[in-house]
């Protein structure tokens, strides 16, 4: 489950970037294609894996993509800052 600031961020016309999680690379070309025109953007394909990273402009294009049931997941863009072992 996405955290509720992207759906804010989207609302507020702010593009997010998330990576989707397919249940098949087979499945890419049709979840991209049942988006909105000019509302997503890949940004990334993982060859081999069924991963993209999506630049999705509005809700609606989010909204369209989880209504795909080939889509297992999508998670925000997050970078994580590791503390060394001591």
């Known amino acids: ?9 989207l609302e507020a016309n702010q593009a997010q970037d998330l990576i989707v999680e397919l249940a098949s690379v087979a499945l890419k070309p049709a979840a991209l294609a049942a988006l909105p025109a000019g ?8 060859d081999g894996l069924p991963m993209m990273f999506v630049r999705f ?3 609606a294009a989010l909204k369209a ?9 999508v998670y925000q863009d997050q970078q994580e800052n590791r503390m060394p072992a001591k």
């Open 57 to 59: 402009r509005s809700e």
């Open 65 to 73: 993509l989880l209504a795909n049931p080939g889509v297992v997941n």
């Open 39 to 46: 509302d997503a953007e890949l940004l990334k394909d993982f």
């Open 1 to 9: 489950m996405l955290p509720q600031v992207v759906w804010s961020q």
